[in-house]
Structures are given as structure tokens and as C-alpha cells.
């Protein structure tokens, strides 16, 4: 009996003590769970405001590669408005020398009409003196090359004529302009001729001396005898034979 009233006691008191626990420690353990639910409020919001922010620095990143963008194309934009102010710059230098080219024959061409207005020739008249001063100029040129021609056959006759004063006919070799150059057509073995596709309009003459080569050597050495206009007949001068000369082989002097 006497023990289960110490049971009972023992129960009560253990009761007891848990009332009083709950009781001291319930507010404490109530304040450290507001506690937790403040921080977790805080982190949360923390969490929040940290996502907000990404998306913002995102934002402000995005913005920022497009600003650059729009600078680099402003840049380059720049530079080639720089390039084409620099173009027009010289476009107008140009167009500035020109002009003052152009004033300077307008100041010519007023002269010149003034001149013309003193000398009183009406503007009909102007194109047959034109016309009048082109022909006297070709036959200018005309007469300069024939006088030219005419002193070329001179002082060749007068070449000739010293020659056969000397005595020397038979020997008589007459220069020939530089530049002469034309192929044998024909080859006579027996009477040691050729006939050439060079003649007067070439400017060869008779007794001129031509050689005849084959790939660059020397075939032999001819001496012109009769001249034609495209062509010309010339023997082969003795000594001066050094292979069968061959329709094709080149002539030149």
C-alpha cells in the first residue's frame, strides 16, 4: 500500500515537473521557433531580392551590350562620314581647279573672240581658213617627207657617183636602211640567184646586200641585182656561200 502511494507521488511529481517545464520552456522554445520563422522570412525575402537583382545586372547587361553595339556602329559610322567628308573635301578641290582652269579658257576664248572681231573675218569664213590651214599643213608634212625621200635617193646617187669615180663599179654596194627583213621564195642552183620578198616599197635598191640566215646562222650573203615593187632578184656573192640556201631561209640586212 505504502508503495504504490510512493508510486502515485512519483507519478505526480513527474507530472508536476512536466507542467512546469512546459510551462517555463514552451515560451522559449515558442520564441526560438518565431525566431527561425523571422530568419527563414529573411532569407527568403533575402532570396528574393537576390533573383530581382540577377534579373536587373541581366537587364543592365543586356542594355550595356547594346549600348556598345549602337557606339561601335555610331563609331563606325563616324569614320565613314569622316571618309566620305574627306572625298567631298577633295571632290570640291577638284571641282575648284577645274573651275578656275575653265574661267582661265573662257578669258582665253573672250580673247581670242575679240581678236577675231578686231580682224572683222566673219564666222563663215572661219571654218574655210581652218580647213585652208589643215591643208597647207599637210602638204607641209607631205612635202617634208618627199624633200626627206628625195635627200635619202640624192645622197645615195651622190654615193653611187663617188664609187664609180673611184673605180670601183663592180664592187659597188649600196647601203640600205636598217630594219630590212623578208624570206627567199625562189632558189635557182644553177645560175646562183634568188628571188626575195623584199623590194622597193622595202626600200631596197640595186646593189644593196643582203644576208640570208637559217635559225640564227649565217647561210650566205647576197647582193640585190633587180628591184620590183614587193620583190627583188639577187645572185650570191662569191665567197659568201656557206650552206644551200632553201626557200623560207630569212633575209635581213
Given at each position: ?8 507521488l ?7 515537473t512536466?507542467?512546469?517545464?512546459q ?81 582661265g ?5 573672250e ?71 623578208g ?23 640595186e646593189n ?9 646562222r ?19 656573192m662569191?665567197?659568201?656561200s656557206?650552206?644551200e ?9
Open positions: 500500500m505504502l508503495l504504490r502511494i510512493l508510486l502515485i512519483t507519478i505526480l511529481a513527474g507530472i508536476g512536466i507542467a512546469l517545464t510551462f517555463k520552456v514552451r515560451p522559449h522554445i515558442q520564441d526560438i521557433i518565431s525566431a527561425r520563422e523571422f530568419q527563414n522570412n529573411r532569407a527568403n525575402t533575402a532570396e528574393r531580392n537576390l533573383r530581382d537583382t540577377k534579373k536587373k545586372l541581366s537587364g543592365t547587361e543586356a542594355e550595356l551590350q547594346s549600348t556598345k553595339k549602337e557606339l561601335d556602329t555610331t563609331t563606325v559610322q563616324l569614320n565613314t562620314t569622316k571618309q566620305d567628308l574627306k572625298v567631298s573635301r577633295g571632290q570640291v578641290e577638284k571641282l575648284n581647279k577645274e573651275l578656275i582652269s575653265t574661267q579658257r573662257l578669258r582665253s576664248a580673247q581670242n573672240l575679240s581678236a577675231w572681231d578686231a580682224l572683222r573675218i566673219p564666222v563663215e569664213g572661219v571654218k574655210a581658213l581652218i580647213e585652208t590651214e589643215k591643208k597647207l599643213r599637210a602638204d607641209i608634212e607631205a612635202l617634208t617627207a618627199e624633200n626627206q625621200i628625195v635627200t635619202e635617193q640624192r645622197n645615195r646617187a651622190q654615193e653611187k657617183v663617188r664609187i664609180y669615180e673611184e673605180g670601183r663599179g663592180e664592187d659597188l654596194e649600196v647601203p640600205l636602211p636598217p630594219g630590212i627583213r624570206k627567199v621564195l625562189v632558189v635557182d642552183v644553177k645560175w646562183k640567184f634568188v628571188v626575195l620578198s623584199v623590194g622597193r616599197v622595202d626600200k631596197v635598191e644593196g646586200v643582203l644576208l640570208v640566215s637559217r635559225e640564227g649565217l647561210v650566205a650573203k647576197v647582193k640585190v641585182k633587180r628591184v620590183q615593187e614587193n620583190r627583188c632578184i639577187a645572185n650570191v662569191p665567197g659568201w656557206f650552206d640556201i632553201l626557200e623560207g631561209d630569212v633575209v635581213l640586212n
